[in-house]
């Protein structure tokens, strides 16, 4: 495993539409600068409100969101640009797909807490966070900050639609027709 799959990285809730709207600053020829500065006005009034932290939570997202989009490892290149051009023909309802196949390879850790989820809906039809939890800390060590960041990834899939809350309390179960793909993975 190379050092990227060992990190966590996607630490922070993150909306799909800020997804979206970074896309779409990509495509629209905006260079890191722009694309910061349009995130940085995006996020200004919804995270970190009033907060003076060098590196805060809204730093932290814009991070996460140039990754994905602007700024992706060397090796996925290529399947930016090949997701940025299905971006293009693809309806709204339709782009989930290639925000989560495109987050899933810059962050592994996000694919390793879908998994999770996905063997727990396919066995239970539901999932607790509590025991994805546990099972992420079982592969990424007993830290506070592995169980924050796998809270704050699955608030990300009920905040996407992919998983939706239960009348209990941290038990989730598939949200849209799109959380086969948390269901259906990992494939094989």
């Given at each position: 495993?190379?050092?990227?799959?060992?990190?966590?990285?996607?630490?922070q809730?993150?909306?799909l539409?800020w997804?979206e709207?970074?896309?779409?600053?990509?495509?629209?020829?905006?260079?890191r600068?722009?694309?910061?500065e349009?995130?940085?006005?995006?996020?200004?009034?919804?995270?970190?409100?009033?907060?003076?932290?060098e590196r805060g939570?809204r730093?932290?997202?814009i991070?996460?969101?140039m990754?994905?989009?602007?700024?992706?490892?060397?090796e996925?290149a290529?399947?930016?640009t090949?997701?940025?051009e299905?971006?293009?023909?693809?309806?709204?309802?339709d782009?989930v797909?290639?925000?989560?196949?495109?987050v899933m390879a810059?962050y592994?850790?996000?694919?390793a807490?879908?998994g999770?989820?996905g063997?727990?809906l396919?066995?239970q039809?539901?999932?607790?966070?509590?025991?994805?939890?546990?099972?992420?800390?079982e592969q990424y060590g007993?830290?506070?900050t592995?169980?924050?960041?796998?809270?704050?990834?699955?608030r990300?899939y009920i905040d996407?639609?992919?998983l939706?809350?239960t009348?209990?309390k941290?038990?989730?179960?598939?949200?849209?027709?799109c959380?086969?793909?948390?269901?259906n993975?990992?494939p094989g």
């Amino acid at each position: 495993m190379n050092n990227r799959t060992n990190q966590i990285g996607f630490s922070q809730r993150v909306r799909l539409e800020w997804l979206e709207t970074t896309a779409n600053l990509v495509l629209a020829g905006n260079n890191r600068a722009a694309v910061s500065e349009a995130l940085q006005e995006l996020l200004k009034d919804k995270v970190s409100v009033g907060g003076k932290a060098e590196r805060g939570n809204r730093e932290k997202i814009i991070t996460i969101l140039m990754k994905v989009w602007h700024n992706v490892p060397l090796e996925l290149a290529a399947l930016r640009t090949d997701g940025l051009e299905l971006l293009k023909r693809l309806p709204g309802t339709d782009r989930v797909a290639v925000h989560w196949g495109m987050v899933m390879a810059v962050y592994p850790f996000w694919a390793a807490v879908a998994g999770h989820t996905g063997r727990f809906l396919n066995l239970q039809g539901s999932a607790a966070a509590a025991h994805i939890q546990q099972r992420i800390r079982e592969q990424y060590g007993e830290r506070e900050t592995v169980s924050r960041a796998a809270r704050r990834v699955l608030r990300s899939y009920i905040d996407w639609g992919v998983l939706g809350e239960t009348e209990t309390k941290g038990i989730t179960a598939g949200g849209c027709p799109c959380a086969l793909m948390i269901s259906n993975w990992p494939p094989g």
